[in-house]
C-alpha cells in the first residue's frame, strides 16, 4: 500500500469514527430531551403518543384528592382554558397547593391521565416555573399570567426585621 493510500484509509477512519460518534450522541441527547407542553396543548393532540414530557399550568381549587392510606394523589392541572388530570404516586413537595404553578413529569395514558412520576412546586409566592409563565401569558395575556396567585401579605418568615438585616453573623470561633 502506498503512503497516499494510506493516508486516505487513515483519513476514510477518522471521519467515519467522528460520525459515528456524533450519532450516537445526537441518539443519546435526542432520547434525554423532555419537551414542555400546557394542558390546551395536550387536549388539542399536540402530545407524541407515549413519549415522556413536562405538563405545566396551576393546580386547579378543590382538585388535590388523596388515596387513603396510600401516597396517591390525583389532582387538576389548568392553563385556565383546558384541564388535564394528573395522577402521581409519591411525596408532594412541601410548596405542592392548590392554587399554585406546578411542572410535572411523565406521560398521558390512553384515559387521558397525566401519570406523573415527578412533580415540581413554586419556591415562593412570587415564583411560578418559566414554562408555565410564558404558556399563560401567550394564551390569555399578562394579566392571568401575573395575577394567578391572591396577594399574600408577608408572614414573620417572610421579612427581617431593619434591626436583624444589619446584624452580623455570630462568628465561628465565639
Not at 70 to 81: H, K, M, N
Not at 91 to 105: K, N, Q, S, Y
Not at 117 to 144: F, I, N, Q, T, W
Amino acid at each position: 500500500m502506498t503512503p497516499r493510500r494510506r493516508r486516505m484509509v487513515l483519513v476514510l477512519g477518522i471521519v467515519g469514527g467522528v460520525s459515528i460518534a456524533g450519532a450516537l450522541a445526537l441518539s443519546a441527547f435526542r432520547q434525554n430531551v423532555t419537551f414542555f407542553f400546557d394542558p390546551t396543548q395536550v387536549a388539542a393532540g399536540q402530545v407524541p403518543a407515549g413519549e415522556r414530557f413536562r405538563l405545566g399550568g396551576m393546580v386547579t381549587q378543590g382538585s388535590l384528592h388523596r388515596a387513603p392510606g396510600s401516597l396517591e394523589v390525583r389532582f387538576v392541572v389548568t392553563d385556565f382554558s383546558h384541564d388535564v388530570p394528573v395522577s402521581y404516586t409519591g411525596v408532594l413537595p412541601d410548596l405542592f397547593r392548590e392554587g399554585a404553578g406546578v411542572v410535572a413529569h411523565g406521560q398521558m395514558r390512553h384515559d387521558g391521565t397525566f401519570v406523573a412520576d415527578e412533580v415540581l412546586a413554586k419556591h415562593d409566592e412570587k415564583y411560578m416555573p418559566p414554562e408555565v409563565a410564558r404558556s399563560l401569558k401567550k394564551r390569555h395575556g399578562e394579566s392571568r399570567a401575573d395575577g394567578t396567585a391572591p396577594p399574600s401579605t408577608p408572614s414573620s418568615g417572610d421579612t427581617q426585621p431593619p434591626a436583624a438585616a444589619h446584624a452580623s453573623p455570630p462568628s465561628a470561633g465565639t
